[in-house]
């Protein structure tokens, strides 16, 4: 695989860092969820991609991502899509209420977005890998082996997740794109943690934001699931200025998701149900 599609660091035990997805245009819980991070003694911090989508004002996301030395960023679907001005955003949607939504946003995504942020995103590679105190990191969008996978925590078996391991030859897998943290450590002892995401909520019926904090110690790897509060008042108000449907705005405002519930399993549909 060449350069392009991946990116590979080495580090010792005894640190921590933080990973992270799905930034949604979302600039205040950026900035908020990298300043939690960091106050808790993360050493580097990584984004698993789609800085676009459902919030507002796309250019105000990057800054912090580009010009930061202790954090590293690869590319999700719809950071694929803006950066090669694709039609869509190739979320993995087939529900026709889910795509109109996704439409909307990438529509206003890749309108707001600059040419110079665009090929930046085009450019980032597609997984990174890192050796962490021994254990072989992996870290994709939605899955190894798509990047538009979704990942949930009911669907996915043990077997299944042991087959991920394997056949891409890591110890622990990093991803996002669903939007709802969960962590699952085998028999083995080998792990794969959905990181969530900070743009939006996870449909739990609370404002703030998710990202994983990683603790690499000398007994092995421990994984928390942090939760970080923003403005989300703001966020609501920018977002009504921009135009965006009443919809995402409801989501920020409530914690609860009001689009993209089709693609949800039975289990994590029902944990939502408010």
Known sequence: MSDLNKATTSQKTGTKFAVF?????????????????RSKGARHLYCLGDMGGFGPHPDRVFAPLR????????QGNYDHSIGHRLDDCACGYTDPRDNHFAQ??????????SDTHKDWLRGLPREIRCLWGGCRVLMAHGSPRRVNEFLW?????????????????ADLLLVTHTGIPWRRRLDDGRQVVNVGAIGRPANNGRTDVEYALVD?????????????????????????????????????????????????PAKERAAGIH
């Open 21 to 37: 997805g799905g930034v949604y245009n979302n600039h205040l819980s950026l900035k908020a969820t990298l300043r939690d991070a």
């Open 216 to 264: 690499v110690g000398p007994d092995g790897i421990d994984i928390s699931i942090e939760q970080v509060g923003y403005d989300h008042q703001r966020l609501a108000h920018e977002m009504r200025n921009e135009g965006l449907p009443q919809e995402f705005v409801e989501t920020i405002l409530s914690g609860w998701w009001t689009t993209c519930l089709e693609v949800l």
């Open 67 to 74: 010009d930061s030395t202790d954090l590293s960023v690869m």
């Open 153 to 169: 925590e009911s669907t996915c078996s043990d077997v299944f997740l042991a087959y991920l391991l394997d056949e891409w030859e």
């Open 104 to 113: 909307l946003s990438y529509d206003y995504t890749l309108e707001n977005t």
